[in-house]
């Protein structure tokens, strides 16, 4: 039985479905991209950052974007972690662990009544309303053509379900070392619920 997923999910441009290390994509759906290779789809739950690839290749893949890449500055990691805050009023998410990290985020979420895709999404869509009512949003000098402002995340995400408790305390502490990993301070937001504490 499912008790808590990790969720990671990506800003603009971090992860390419194309990257030379592998991806979770199906297809590329950007024209920009095409020129790199089709879609580089991997069936592996574990972290395949650290796997050998072209650097250059997927850095000149990353030029090629329509728009910059994201990379959160820490105001704006506070204003995404109000939105993600909103969401938690709003709808009794309950969680036990989130890293926001320049460009992408880990989280740690009790089970809930909506599935996985549908929580992810409540997350990026608060996060980029905050972002969006502090002036801070990545894409503020950008416009799609229908006028709205084009994302500042990736469309999809993954999920790693969590079975046991023994899975949700080694998921809890892989996000809350993830900051320390990048050289970055701990991170203790007040929307956190331990899992201890029922």
């Known amino acids: 039985m499912v008790l808590a997923i990790h969720n990671i999910f990506t800003a603009y441009g971090f992860w390419l479905p194309n990257d030379p290390r592998g991806s979770w994509s199906d297809y ?6 095409f020129p790199f290779g089709p879609a580089t789809k991997v069936e592996t739950r574990g972290s395949i950052a650290h796997v050998p690839h072209n650097r250059d ?20 990691a506070l204003a995404v972690a109000n939105g993600f805050k909103q969401a938690v009023d709003r709808s009794g998410f309950v969680i036990h662990a989130c890293s926001i990290l320049p460009e992408h985020v880990h989280m740690v979420v009790k089970r809930h009544r909506l599935d996985d895709r549908q929580v992810m999404n409540q997350f990026k869509g608060e996060a980029s309303k905050s972002l969006e009512g502090a002036g801070l949003h990545p894409f503020r000098e950008w416009r799609l053509p229908s006028g709205r402002r084009h994302t500042a995340w990736t469309q999809k995400g993954w999920a790693v379900f969590l ?20 050289g970055r301070p701990p991170q203790r937001w007040s929307f956190i619920k331990s899992y201890q504490m029922y």
């Open 57 to 76: 290749h997927r850095l000149a893949a990353k030029a090629a974007l329509r728009y910059p890449p994201v990379h959160f500055s820490g105001e704006q």
């Open 163 to 182: 079975n046991s408790i023994e899975d949700i305390h080694r998921a809890v502490q892989y996000v809350e070392r993830n900051p320390i990993k990048e």
């Open 28 to 33: 590329v759906r950007d024209w920009e991209l």
